[in-house]
């Protein structure tokens, strides 16, 4: 059974035709408003999340399909002690396809192999969110035109920031990028990325604490924000939340056609005065969200037909 | 020093010195009842200084553990006195229930009943990973 637990089980291809999926999606709604129809999408959020849920269940609704689950491990049976093994095992006799979001890193591979529908990884702990990267990369795709020959800065967590490295893993298949790494010492992006992606690809990168010395460059500015629930030590985290804003006069010497790009929820990390900025895409980014996921629940419900 | 040969059974040999006890204790030699030899430190042409381990039994060797372990090391397989065959090991892809994953945010650490798989993920380096959460293995 076919499930997408990290952005590297799609080849590059399979990415393309989701992402020429979702763009139909976007110039055909009425095409698809039916294709889910009869069809259930279980959202198995163990860990709370607003953005991600809806944006699975506005994706399953928008298909004709309908949607159960629950949003939180207080309401559902791993209060009482089940496995994701059973879980997954129990509601592939309810549903077509489950979406899954879970604290503990792995906890959706597990679900995969246990479960007889196609499972998605809605976010493990730190570890991968490969729906936020279809986002991303439909959201560049749409503002870029492509993949290929763009210079990509990520700014802010890029240790624990799991878009970060999952969006790092899905360019570096395509030619011609360039990476920009900013952020505080403490969070630079972990060496094992480094080495076993970015080195290993041959993807040139270079290192920074100033963002400002580096915004001429960028295509393409990927924000983050420091989350304080991957820290153990409170202080640490108070001491990083605000190593970068983003406002209007850090943008003064920026490409005319920079991508701002945000996984959301922002805390203080991009100025609300940046919002009206034409260069912000976050909010499109939100949108492509949807339409990507309602080309991979397609994707998946067709190839667990076969 | 003398160790008596052994009948029916294993010699394992070139283990890089130091790694002898790490293997038996992963091979779980300990739960044997027949003779076993651990030789630590003994000279060796190849590589200065090798541990080595006899097992006077016809047991069951699980060879991924020694390919993870020390991928250099040689198994002697004795019947009757005599060496029969003598086997090297690679690294093995995949290692099941053989080290667990340290990283408390894993889903091993709290679902008992899943297997702890790792993944080589770099054979010049014998790196593995965690399948489920891609912790380096200690």
Same mark, same amino acid.
């Given at each position: 059974?076919?499930?997408?637990?990290?952005?590297?089980?799609?080849?590059?291809?399979?990415?393309?035709?989701?992402?020429?999926?979702?763009?139909?999606?976007?110039?055909?709604?009425?095409?698809?408003?039916?294709?889910?129809?009869?069809?259930?999408?279980?959202?198995?959020?163990?860990?709370?999340?607003?953005?991600?849920?809806?944006?699975?269940?506005?994706?399953?609704?928008?298909?004709?399909?309908?949607?159960?689950?629950?949003?939180?491990?207080?309401?559902?049976?791993?209060?009482?002690?089940?496995?994701?093994?059973?879980?997954?095992?129990?509601?592939?006799?309810?549903?077509?396809?489950?979406?899954?979001?879970?604290?503990?890193?792995?906890?959706?591979?597990?679900?995969?192999?246990?479960?007889?529908?196609?499972?998605?990884?809605?976010?493990?702990?730190?570890?991968?969110?490969?729906?936020?990267?279809?986002?991303?990369?439909?959201?560049?795709?749409?503002?870029?035109?492509?993949?290929?020959?763009?210079?990509?800065?990520?700014?802010?967590? /890029? &240790?624990?920031?799991?878009?970060?490295?999952?969006?790092?893993?899905? $360019?570096? %298949?395509?030619?011609? @990028?360039? !990476?920009?790494?900013?952020?505080?010492?403490?969070?630079?992006?972990?060496?094992?990325?480094?080495?076993?992606?970015?080195?290993?690809?041959?993807?040139?990168?270079?290192?920074?604490?100033?963002?400002?010395?580096?915004?001429?460059?960028?295509?393409?500015?990927?924000?983050?924000?420091?989350?304080?629930?991957?820290?153990?030590?409170?202080?640490?985290?108070?001491?990083?939340?605000?190593?970068?804003?983003?406002?209007?006069?850090? /943008? &003064?010497?920026?490409?005319?056609?920079?991508?701002?790009?945000?996984? $959301?929820? %922002?805390?203080?990390? @991009?100025? !609300?005065?940046?919002?009206?900025?034409?260069?912000?895409?976050?909010?499109?980014?939100?949108?492509?969200?949807?339409?990507?996921?309602?080309?991979?629940?397609?994707?998946?419900?067709?190839?667990?037909?076969? | 020093?003398?160790?008596?040969?052994?009948?029916?059974?294993?010699?394992?040999?070139?283990?890089?010195?130091?790694?002898?006890?790490?293997?038996?204790?992963?091979?779980?030699?300990?739960?044997?009842?027949?003779?076993?030899?651990?030789?630590?430190?003994?000279?060796?042409?190849?590589?200065?200084?090798?541990?080595?381990?006899?097992?006077?039994?016809?047991?069951?060797?699980?060879?991924?553990?020694?390919?993870?372990?020390?991928?250099?090391?040689?198994?002697?397989?004795?019947?009757?006195?005599?060496?029969?065959?003598?086997?090297?090991?690679?690294?093995?892809?995949?290692?099941?229930?053989?080290?667990?994953?340290?990283?408390?945010?894993?889903?091993?650490?709290?679902?008992?009943?899943?297997?702890?798989?790792?993944?080589?993920?770099?054979?010049?380096?014998?790196?593995?990973?965690?399948?489920?959460?891609?912790?380096?293995?200690?």
């Amino acid at each position: 059974m076919r499930s997408l637990i990290d952005i590297l089980d799609f080849t590059t291809a399979e990415l393309d035709e989701l992402i020429a999926t979702a763009n139909d999606i976007i110039e055909n709604p009425a095409k698809y408003s039916e294709k889910c129809k009869g069809k259930k999408l279980a959202t198995l959020f163990f860990e709370p999340s607003t953005r991600t849920r809806l944006s699975f269940e506005a994706a399953m609704l928008e298909l004709g399909g309908s949607v159960l689950g629950f949003s939180e491990a207080n309401s559902s049976s791993a209060a009482k002690g089940e496995s994701v093994a059973d879980t997954a095992k129990t509601i592939s006799c309810y549903a077509d396809i489950i979406a899954m979001r879970h604290p503990k890193e792995g906890a959706p591979l597990v679900a995969a192999q246990n479960a007889s529908i196609p499972v998605i990884n809605a976010g493990d702990g730190g570890h991968n969110h490969p729906t936020q990267t279809l986002a991303d990369l439909l959201t560049i795709n749409r503002e870029k035109g492509g993949f290929n020959n763009l210079t990509v800065g990520f700014c802010g967590d /890029l &240790k624990f920031g799991r878009t970060v490295h999952s969006l790092i893993t899905a $360019l570096s %298949r395509y030619e011609g @990028i360039n !990476v920009v790494l900013i952020s505080p010492d403490e969070l630079k992006l972990p060496s094992y990325v480094k080495k076993d992606i970015l080195e290993k690809n041959n993807i040139p990168y270079k290192q920074t604490t100033d963002l400002e010395s580096v915004i001429p460059e960028l295509d393409i500015l990927y924000m983050t924000r420091v989350q304080r629930e991957r820290f153990f030590n409170e202080e640490d985290y108070l001491r990083l939340k605000d190593s970068y804003v983003l406002e209007p006069k850090k /943008l &003064k010497n920026a490409k005319k056609d920079l991508c701002i790009m945000h996984p $959301l929820p %922002r805390v203080n990390e @991009i100025s !609300v005065a940046v919002d009206d900025d034409p260069r912000a895409c976050y909010f499109k980014q939100v949108l492509n969200g949807k339409f990507i996921r309602m080309a991979l629940i397609l994707k998946l419900l067709e190839e667990a037909k076969r | 020093m003398n160790i008596d040969s052994i009948t029916n059974g294993f010699v394992i040999d070139h283990i890089t010195a130091g790694r002898g006890m790490r293997i038996y204790e992963l091979l779980g030699l300990d739960n044997l009842d027949c003779s076993v030899a651990i030789i630590k430190n003994v000279a060796s042409k190849k590589l200065g200084k090798k541990d080595i381990i006899k097992i006077d039994a016809d047991i069951e060797i699980d060879f991924d553990v020694i390919g993870y372990v020390d991928p250099g090391i040689t198994i002697n397989i004795i019947r009757d006195c005599k060496r029969v065959e003598k086997l090297t090991v690679s690294p093995p892809e995949m290692l099941t229930n053989v080290i667990k994953c340290k990283n408390p945010r894993c889903i091993t650490t709290t679902e008992q009943e899943i297997n702890h798989i790792f993944k080589l993920t770099n054979k010049e380096k014998g790196e593995y990973r965690c399948l489920y959460c891609e912790t380096k293995a200690n």
